[in-house]
């Protein structure tokens, strides 16, 4: 069917909505990956998580709270703001910075779990690995993220996935936590059939 | 985002609050290993100073360093401008050689407002003849706000030469937006006719500063710069640090918690004494490294991003 000419537009369609995650898939994928982490880091010994703004931070504290829960380990918690090291910040107006708080041990020697909400292009990961390189040298670097949406642009990958979202570049992915903004839910935003 | 930094009543409160907020943040790479930034890479930052100065140069420089500018140091000394350019000439140049930020200490009032729309990049005002330097004043609140944990409704007496004074006049304009009280203190002849009225409908003036002592968070002195000594302005230097001078005595006057600044440089003995300069109340030295995150906070909200 060829679509009505312009002369005549149909309506405004609305964007579908999926729910990929409710808030009790959320919390059930939060507990899977603390596990995880207690595996592949054999009981989270010298393990530093770093959320990355704004929904990696609370991410990160859920991680180490389900970890202490699991296994009476108290893994230390940070938060690592990247806005200085984006590679777009000049496409843009401005962006205001947020804070960087590192936990008293510092992260020298440590295996850094980098957290955050989405992975999409890759960039913000490039970004928070230059921003470690500044501030110290983790003996290794891992990447922990709720979900996985593909299109990556640069070679990473992450070592902890709460779920593979396949999606198209007209979509977006939204996750909204308790934290930042008042509930837990992951879902896909857009793809209007054509 | 606002493109130049030109006078403290550039800054509404929300954009006051942005740069000091961004300086606490920049404030704490200066505790890391590597005290860089990529932020401003590519970028270039051109201190045009006409007048000397070396804690204002240095800060504006360290400042571009760690935001990995490239900085270009041009003095009016030894420079085309002894051969008799101008400032429009001298502009023109910079620009040709692509600054993004052209940093300006003048000796005549409202030279960087020209300066601004000779350039396509942005100007900031490192201080103009006796009108204004709104970074000192920003480093001024930041340094308040760090000691006393706010600005609102804080009492700061602003004591001595007002009149020449650009540090008094941003001062008095920024700490009225963020919302402080301010009482200029000083001999009559050296406080000018009006300028509460002129600058801040909320400032005071007085003449006798162990009455204001008591109750004030904030004592900012001012240098008394030596070329007015001879000007009749007051009768003998004595006199002035008698009426007008922050010594023990003083200090002990003030209340518990309020803290003393001055932006230096200092003449100890004159409007200060050496008790009151070294004292743990004091914040100059303080005052020097705040200026530094301030100046990089100033430098990447102006530059960071594409806000033409």
């Known amino acids: 069917m060829a679509c009505p000419p312009a002369a005549h537009p149909s309506p405004p369609r609305q964007p579908t909505v999926k729910v990929i995650l409710a808030a009790a898939d959320v919390s059930r994928v939060v507990d899977r990956i603390a596990h995880q982490i207690l595996e592949k880091t054999q009981g989270a010994a010298d393990t530093v998580l770093l959320g990355i703004p704004t929904r990696g931070a609370p991410l990160a504290r859920r991680l180490a709270a389900r970890i202490s829960t699991f296994e009476d380990v108290d893994v230390p918690v940070g938060v ?5 090291y984006r590679d777009d910040l000049r496409r843009h107006a401005t962006r205001a910075i947020g804070p960087t708080e590192l936990p008293p041990g510092g992260i020298d020697g440590k295996r850094v779990v980098l957290v955050d909400d989405v992975l999409f292009s890759g960039r913000t990961v490039r970004a928070a690995l230059d921003a470690l390189n500044d501030i110290g040298r983790p003996a290794s670097v891992q990447l922990a993220v709720l ?22 570049l007209a979509e977006n992915v939204k996750v909204t936590l308790a934290e930042t903004d008042g509930a837990d839910e992951v879902k896909l935003v857009g793809g209007v059939p054509a | 985002m606002i493109r130049h930094l030109l006078s403290g009543a550039d800054l509404d409160a929300a954009t006051a609050t942005q740069i000091l907020d961004t300086a606490a943040e920049m404030a704490t790479v200066a505790g890391r290993e590597v005290k860089k930034l990529p932020a401003l890479r590519g970028r270039t ?7 000397d100065s070396t804690r204002t140069r240095i800060s504006f420089e360290a400042a571009a360093k760690r935001l990995s500018a490239d900085v270009i140091n041009f003095s009016a000394k030894g420079s085309s401008v002894a051969k008799g350019e101008s400032l429009k000439d001298t502009a023109l140049t910079l620009q040709a050689m692509g600054a993004d930020a052209v940093v300006v200490r003048h000796p005549a009032s409202g030279a960087p407002h020209r300066l601004a729309d000779w350039v396509d990049g942005s100007v900031v005002n490192a201080g103009d003849g006796t009108h204004e330097h709104p970074t000192q004043a920003l480093l001024d609140a930041y340094t308040m706000r760090s000691r006393l944990g706010r600005l609102a409704g804080l009492h700061v007496a602003i004591v001595g030469d007002v009149l020449h004074s650009r540090v008094a006049r941003s001062n008095v304009l920024l700490l009225s937006t963020l919302g402080a009280k301010v009482t200029l203190v000083g001999p009559p002849t050296l406080i000018p006719v009006d300028i509460s009225a002129a600058l801040a409908p909320g400032a005071d003036v007085s003449y006798d500063l ?12 001012l240098r008394v710069q030596r070329e007015r000594m001879n000007d009749s302005y007051f009768p003998s230097a004595r006199e ?17 918690h309020a803290i003393v600044m001055h932006p230096g440089p200092m003449n100890r003995g004159m409007e200060i004494t050496p008790e009151v300069a070294d004292s743990p109340r004091s914040t100059i030295v303080e005052q020097v490294a705040n200026g530094v995150s301030v100046r990089m906070a100033v430098l990447y909200l102006l530059l960071g991003g594409n806000n033409r």
Do not use: C, W
């Open chain 1, 80 to 84: 690592l703001d990247i806005t200085l």
């Open chain 2, 45 to 51: 930052v051109v201190n045009l100073f006409y007048e």
């Open chain 2, 210 to 221: 162990d009455a204001v002592l008591p109750g004030v968070d904030v004592v900012m002195m």
């Open chain 2, 240 to 256: 002035y640090a008698r009426r007008y001078g922050l010594d023990g005595p003083r200090l002990r006057r003030l209340p518990e």
């Open chain 1, 147 to 168: 979900v996985d949406r593909g299109h990556r642009q640069l070679p990473i990958r992450a070592d902890y996935v709460g779920k593979n979202i396949p999606t198209s």
